[in-house]
């Protein structure tokens, strides 16, 4: 595609054109604005900018074809404040002494090592549901911010009008000085001033990940800054004198993307020694997995009582209970109740991520349920995502979507949506996959409610 915004049906316009507040237009345009957001031969460019990596988008293309959606996701700057004060709330109970002792209690032990890093690129998944953004999880290591960073650059750089719709606390243009800062300051944080040479992105066998192609980004990332940097397996990394070495190479930062969360794996041992030695900074690293992923936190942050017994302020009580769907610990004691309420709940194992176990509870069988009572799991109160309507082939479709807010100490850095079908975002879904999130207000009034496009064609 050479331009932004293709002009939607002449019959779904009129309903777009009606809405005269923003509220009214994010879901207008979310219902009945079936553009084509993204600028292929601008995304090529990008992801291609790097001689290295030349590659690169060909690559995704044929083997992720759905790692991108060719649409955007409309929110209200209210739905963005939401989130935002709901995330304001979770850090605020989560840097509370008698929350920390209460989590780390039940935590690995190696949680309670402190080398001093926040860890990098919190994800804080939301639905948008009828009564406001209600936050789903809260993952470490959260993939897709450099990805996300690209897709949403081949859109501004095609549309002027489109770019102040753009939310976020910086200009796309800056995210990526505030992330390669990020680690900068995590660095610090545990080496003070010392400077930092070399960085590792780790994963098991890295370049079998979805995500890879991200991990290269990552790598041209650092390079830029002037950084020397590797993609490695745990398995290629070892130990002289004291230092993580990779090839020869002394590696002084480790960009954690394994899902191992408390190196408790044997191949991952020689990663857990060197992080409890201090002689590597891991991040993220175990202990903020243990303070905000693990999911029972989540019963924690919507238990009132528990939160008012460690002096959780009320206001702040009053905001999680409303934006957290009520999360419960699974336990035979209650298996009978929850069993007779499964149709109502999500059902996610403590330490999962990229929704890998999850169950709807009305998909339930038998079988899986057993599976449940005897693991680690815990059942949230379901809450429907919104959509996302598009047109594939001539064919319009709905795709559910959530909202993922990147988060550095609280700070939110960037949003983006995911699209799907199914029970959990998969990345399989066609017409799915990462898309960027515009607010219709974000940048001043819009004559008429219209978004003009760069052809000149008015997307309504």
Known sequence: MNQLISKPSVENSSAVL??????????????????????????????????????????????????????AVFVTPQQIER?????????????????REAVLAEAPEIARFDPGPSGVFMGYDFHLGPAGPQLIEINTNAGGALLNTSL???????????????????SIGALDDIFYQMF????????????????????????EQYLYPEFRLFERLFRRHGLKAVIADPSELNRHN????????????VYNRLTDFALEEPR???????YLEGSVVLTPNPRAHALYADKRNLVALTDGSRMRAWWVPEPIIHTLLAGIPRTIAVDTA??????????????????????????????????????I????????????????????????????????????????QLLAARLYQGQTTNFRTPGGGFAPVFSPSAGGDLPENQINCNTGKVCK
């Not at 949403?152 to 910086?170: D, F, H, N, W």
Request: charged share 30%.
């Open 18 to 71: 009606a809405a005269t507040r923003p509220e009214e237009l994010a879901t207008a345009l979310n219902r009945d604005c079936l553009c084509v957001t993204v600028n292929r031969d601008t995304l090529r460019r990008e992801l291609n900018a790097d001689g290295a990596d030349a590659d690169l988008y060909d690559e995704m293309l044929a083997t992720r074809p759905n790692l991108f959606s060719a649409t």
């Open 83 to 99: 989130m935002r004060e709901i995330i304001r709330a979770v850090e605020t109970v989560v840097a509370l002494p008698a929350y």
């Open 152 to 170: 949403v650059r081949a859109q501004a750089a095609c549309c002027e009008t489109m770019k102040p719709l753009i939310p976020g606390p910086a």
């Open 184 to 207: 900068q300051r995590e660095w610090q944080r545990q080496r003070g001033e010392r400077p930092l040479a070399c960085i590792a992105i780790v994963d098991d066998v890295p370049r």
């Open 242 to 253: 004291g230092k993580l070495k990779y090839e020869g190479q002394q590696i002084d930062l």
């Open 268 to 274: 991952h041992a020689l990663l857990r020694q060197v």
């Open 334 to 371: 209650h298996a009978l109740g929850l069993w007779e309420r499964r149709r109502q709940l999500f059902f996610k194992p403590a330490a999962g991520y990229g929704a890998k176990a999850a169950y709807r509870g009305d998909k339930l069988t038998k079988r899986v349920w057993e599976e």
């Open 373 to 412: 009572l005897s693991g680690n799991y815990v059942a949230q109160e379901q809450i429907a995502p919104s959509e996302r309507r598009l047109q594939q082939n001539g064919v319009e479709t709905a795709l559910k979507l959530d909202i993922r807010n990147y988060v550095y100490d609280g700070e939110v």
